[in-house]
């Protein structure tokens, strides 16, 4: 077994009953559409505004049929307060369009046709198509590019670079639940400014890059 894949059984143990982001969380739904949704409702938003908002939402709307009978200005109300939720209206009220026109009303489970979407990036393409249909897909994020480089498992300076160069490193059956592993690590223990490596159970592996001050 390499260092990187023990090094990722070590930090999944210590994250278990941490808690992991609400997208994984809505997830179980099996709803790629909710994922989707709430995926584009977490950019630049916490966890606990990106939950409640999420959840006022879909007790009102909750597939794309049901979200496009909203006006505008009920949407925001809904929403309110996650990060852009004005823009953000916009994009779920395109994205709902878009899946009722090209896709019969069903979110696309391929990346080039999730990328098409207004507002959709790599990381919500690839969190779509992880969580929301089981296809093998990483999810990089702030904490995932961060942690990976700080582990020196890549060496990589954006998170696209850094997504094409975990699959290389990363065993197959553990790019789906990478993202929720990570964000937790990374929210609790590896934290960007004094991380916690005193209680962090991978630190013999840890290269500490790019780190100036821990605890």
């Known amino acids: 077994m390499n260092n990187i894949l023990k090094t990722l059984k070590l930090i999944e143990r210590q994250v278990k009953g941490l808690k992991i982001p609400w997208v994984t969380i809505e997830s179980n739904r099996k709803d790629p559409f909710r994922v989707l949704?709430?995926?584009?409702?977490?950019?630049?938003?916490?966890?606990?505004?990106?939950?409640?908002?999420?959840q006022r939402l879909f007790e009102i709307a909750d597939t794309p049929g049901v979200m496009l009978k909203l006006s505008p200005s009920r949407l925001q109300r809904l929403i309110y307060p996650v990060g852009f939720y004005r823009n953000k209206t916009k994009v779920i009220l395109g994205i709902s369009r878009k899946i009722i026109q090209d896709y019969r009303g069903k979110v696309p489970d391929k990346e080039e046709q999730l990328l098409?979407?207004?507002?959709?990036?790599?990381?919500?393409?690839?969190?779509?198509?992880?969580?929301?249909?089981?296809?093998?897909?990483?999810?990089?994020?702030?904490?995932?590019?961060?942690?990976?480089?700080?582990?020196?498992?890549?060496?990589?300076?954006?998170?696209?670079?850094?997504?094409?160069?975990?699959?290389?490193?990363?065993?197959?059956?553990?790019w789906i639940k990478l993202n929720?592993?990570?964000?937790?690590?990374?929210?609790?223990?590896?934290?960007?400014?004094?991380?916690?490596?005193?209680?962090?159970?991978?630190?013999i592996f840890c290269k500490r890059l790019g780190i100036q001050r821990w605890r």
């Open 180 to 203: 929720t592993i990570l964000v937790a690590f990374g929210q609790n223990i590896c934290l960007p400014i004094s991380p916690y490596c005193s209680e962090c159970k991978a630190r």
């Open 37 to 54: 949704i709430s995926c584009i409702l977490s950019l630049r938003t916490k966890d606990k505004t990106t939950a409640l908002a999420s």
């Open 116 to 174: 098409q979407f207004k507002g959709v990036g790599r990381k919500t393409a690839n969190l779509v198509l992880g969580l929301g249909y089981n296809i093998p897909a990483i999810c990089v994020d702030t904490h995932v590019h961060r942690i990976s480089n700080r582990l020196g498992w890549v060496k990589t300076k954006t998170p696209e670079e850094t997504e094409v160069a975990l699959m290389k490193v990363i065993p197959r059956n553990y």
